[in-house]
DNA sequence: TAAGATTGTGGGTAGTTGTGGGTAATATCA
DNA sequence: TGATATTACCCACAACTACCCACAATCTTA
């Protein structure tokens, strides 16, 4: 069952092939609304994992970029660091996507991967990497959920 | 006979099959508006149970996500464990969810099985943790319903 | 109380999903 | 240009899931 168009939650375990490849989530490929022409743009995440965005998102993200001035230097940077590692890839008969080697470098892929829904994207995460980085988040000042608090009625 | 649409009281014993499948209480299967497709939502709780929502109200839950920003880092932190043990699960003809085998895991859940309504969600738990958790917290420092006395009127 | 409808539980099966590997087309480089 | 590496596309198969039917227990209603 998917819920909206081109949103992603839940976690999924998925291997890391020798060519490669990874399997979409079943899921989120469903998800996606035909003018993403089977399609995903792969990026660096801000924490050491892959972004994965459908291409209708992407674009909405490339608008917002344009809209930055190159006059500013804390711009140029933002643009330069968000365009430069994003790569659209179509995924295959069975479902999966080539992750550019320097992108596999940059989250220390492994065999064992989690791609997690992070609603208007997703995440691929080396599965051990992922645990680390959930420890030093229990490690969090709880003070700074007060803000959330705020938006966020669970 | 139900209230309002899309709440749920009450306390309902059910069986875990051996396709990990549980029933979902006819009362709040009824209690859906159509828009909910059939399907509710389920995730980790903050206890050791499992939390199971209507669609409709996992979707206000998913918008507030949305309004989160990706460059905070307590914001990734929040969306990701929000999101990633979220599963959308449509009942069978028969009313019944499958709940996936991480979830099944997280609340110990054995063959006795217990719902509870928790008014805009359910819980289940594994029978026997409840009468533990339930002696546990006849244990909280009454002085903690003082705060509470200020929000609620019973 | 009896007949019918609804509810909860068990299990079979066809279709889907995830994974490995082969091959032909394309790109790279000396 | 020709040898080599890389990529895109194809097939095969095991494991899993969604969907279907059956039936007993319970509730409803006349």
């Not at 990026?43 to 344009?66: H, P």
Request: glycine share 4%.
């Amino acid at each position: 069952m998917t819920l909206t168009k081109n949103t992603f939650i839940g976690e999924y375990s998925y291997s890391l092939d020798s060519k490669g490849r990874i399997n979409m989530p079943a899921k989120f490929r469903q998800a996606l609304s035909k003018d993403n022409k089977n399609t995903f743009v792969t990026t660096r995440g801000m924490d050491a994992c892959i972004w994965v965005y459908s291409l209708n998102q992407w674009l909405e993200i490339e608008k917002s970029l344009m809209s930055l001035s190159s006059l500013s230097k804390i711009h140029r940077t933002f643009v330069r660091n968000t365009a430069r590692y994003a790569t659209p890839s179509t995924y295959d008969k069975q479902g999966r996507i080539t992750i550019p080697p320097s992108l596999i470098d940059y989250a220390s892929l492994d065999k064992d991967v989690l791609i997690i829904g992070m609603v208007n994207k997703m995440e691929i995460w080396n599965t051990k990497n992922l645990e680390k980085a959930e420890k030093e988040a229990l490690e969090i000042d709880l003070a700074a959920y007060d803000e959330l608090a705020e938006k966020i009625t669970i």
